[in-house]
């Protein structure tokens, strides 16, 4: 059974910086693109930032370009989300995601995209 555990948010106040994990277990990640998306109250789930399967292609939000980066670690099994300049509106509840099928998919910036979802960790950016 695929299980994704999303850790590293908290209260930081603006400007400061977080570091979120998503550990895998029940599938090894390597062959798979992986997304991070978050989700503010009232708001619909947006996309933030995505690393393809090879490691080799990153995409971002427009709104976290510059101070977002994501990387993964194959040999722990993890994908990481830096977050550097945090600021007030980046305030929402952060998951990793995994699709279901490895390699290419014309969908990875997309919600729609992922079949596989972690619980999510509250991510608090104070002004």
């Known amino acids: 059974q695929v299980q994704l555990v999303e850790s590293g948010g908290g209260l930081v106040q603006a400007g400061g910086s977080l570091r979120l994990s998503c550990a895998a277990s029940?599938?090894?990640?390597?062959?798979?693109?992986m997304g991070w998306f978050r989700q503010a109250p009232g708001k619909e789930r947006e996309f933030v930032a995505a690393?393809?399967?090879?490691?080799?292609?990153?995409n971002y939000a427009d709104s976290v370009k510059g101070r977002f980066t994501i990387s993964r670690d194959n040999a722990k099994n993890t994908v990481i989300l830096q977050m550097n300049s945090l600021k007030p509106e980046d305030t929402a509840v952060y998951y990793c995601?995994?699709?279901?099928?490895?390699?290419?998919?014309?969908?990875?910036?997309?919600?729609?995209?992922?079949?596989?979802w972690g619980q999510g960790t509250q991510v608090t950016v104070s002004s």
């Open positions: 690393v393809s399967w090879s490691g080799g292609s990153t």
């Open positions: 995601a995994l699709p279901r099928r490895p390699g290419y998919s014309s969908r990875w910036l997309s919600p729609d995209g992922y079949d596989y």
């Open positions: 029940g599938r090894t990640l390597s062959p798979y693109n």
